[in-house]
């Protein structure tokens, strides 16, 4: 009787300590790395995404307003030059959440800044390249990441990031549907003129 009770407890114990160590291993590999960050897919986080030229517009007012201009997040690697400090990406306050808050911080918490390889850009009022339309970019609802290593007319994407690993699909799976995505249309998808570079908050423009 006394022994087995002694058994379970330093059955008990060793569980006790197994745990203690699983956490301790788990909370400081994340130290220092957002380790109280949880994305928000709540509305505020993944607004609704609008479709075509009307929805653009009701969405996100008027082209090259201070809005479509209004928010920043930091990214590394945002630099022409691979080795550039980085630089702030802006685009509009309604993205804000999603961009700065949910698709920053994951790559960041996921350690995946190595993904990124220049350039990255957001609001950019502009005509797209060869054509009398407005680009998304002016409605700071579109962003580019990685564009030197994925062209407009590339038909695939390139995820060899600044760090040498090849990550695959891993950003614009952030970016687009689907878990852990943001709902951004990815520009990969356009038959006539894909963009891999290219992620937009609206459909159908
Ligand atoms: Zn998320
Ligand atoms: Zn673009």
Known sequence: MTRSLGRARAVSVTLIVVLAITVFAASSALAGHLSDWTHDHSDAGVPPRPSGLAGLNDVFGPRCSDKANNARS????????????????????????????????????????????????????RLIAGST????????????????????????WNGKGIDGTNYGTYIPDVWRGGFPGHRFFWGLNWDSAPDPMHFQYVTDY
């Open 74 to 125: 930091w990214w590394p690697h945002a630099d022409t030059d691979p080795f550039g400090a980085g630089k702030y990406v802006f685009y509009h306050t309604y993205l804000a959440r999603n961009i700065g808050f949910n698709v920053r911080n994951h790559l960041n918490a996921a350690h995946r800044d190595g993904a990124l390889y220049p350039g990255i850009g957001g609001y950019n009022c």
């Open 133 to 156: 339309s407005w680009s998304v970019h002016s409605w700071g609802a579109a962003i580019d990441t990685n564009w030197q290593r994925n062209p407009r007319f590339q038909t695939h």
